[in-house]
């Protein structure tokens, strides 16, 4: 089985650096995905790790450690349009069990 | 890049009826489409997992004969919604996976369902 833990709410101010933490368990990893999602909209898809490190795409970066089941998605310089629901989602063997963590629901205030 | 096409978008039904939702790969080959359910704050909950050409894969918990799921080729798959009742209304959300096995998941735009 999948066990996929993040924090419900954070809340951080316009221009500063919020990080939001992913830990996981599951039964087989072939990567874990960061999306997006805005209320009443599809998710919308972030960064991609499978290897151990740091990915950097402009003001998101995501972070993987496999041997500690653990990821987190860094945003910088926060906005207000950034104030959104964030998944973290891992992906079992050969493509299957695409599951996604409870979301953790980020507002980002004046 | 990869577009879901995913329809209706907004659907209400009566409570007994049964309603179809589409999902539709539009430039690429789908070998794997997934099925989510999502409830008001609350994350996307796993419905099922469809591969090309065989029968669907249900989460525990999801009632096969009521969620019928068909992928009938590589770029369509539907469900359908029978004897829909008010508890099953929900945000219904399809997601596709091109034949590179890690590459994201790319979704469609969701299906408002309302039952009366």
């Known amino acids: 089985g999948q066990n996929i833990d993040q924090p419900t709410e954070m809340t951080a101010t316009e221009g500063a650096i919020v990080q939001i933490n992913c830990t996981y368990q599951?039964?087989?990893?072939?990567?874990l995905f960061w999306y997006q999602q805005h209320a009443g909209e599809a998710p919308t898809f972030l960064s991609y790790?499978?290897?151990?490190g740091l990915e950097e795409k402009g003001r998101f970066s995501s972070f993987l450690s496999r041997s500690k089941g653990y990821s987190y998605l860094l945003l910088k310089e926060l906005q207000m349009k950034d104030s959104a629901s964030y998944l973290c989602?891992?992906?079992?063997?050969?493509?299957?069990?695409?599951?996604f963590g409870p979301g953790t629901r980020l507002s980002v205030l004046p | 890049g990869a577009v879901v096409s995913q329809h209706p978008s907004r659907v209400i039904c009566k409570s007994g009826t049964s309603v179809k939702i589409e999902c539709r790969s539009l430039?690429?080959?789908?070998?794997?489409m997934f099925w989510y359910r999502q409830f008001p704050k609350q994350s996307l909950m796993l419905m099922a997992t469809?591969?090309?050409?065989?029968?669907?894969?249900?989460e525990q918990g999801v009632e096969k004969d009521k969620f019928l799921i068909n992928h009938a080729s590589l770029t369509l798959s539907t469900l359908t919604v029978t004897s829909a009742h008010p508890e099953d209304s929900s945000f219904y959300i399809c997601?596709?996976?091109?034949?590179?096995?890690?590459?994201?998941?790319?979704f469609g735009n969701g299906t408002r369902l309302t039952v009366t």
């Open positions: 997601s596709a996976m091109q034949r590179s096995q890690n590459s994201p998941l790319h």
């Open positions: 599951t039964s087989g990893f072939n990567g």
């Open positions: 790790n499978v290897l151990d």
């Open positions: 989602a891992v992906i079992g063997n050969y493509g299957q069990n695409f599951v």
């Open positions: 430039d690429f080959q789908a070998t794997t």
């Open positions: 469809s591969n090309e050409g065989s029968k669907a894969t249900y």
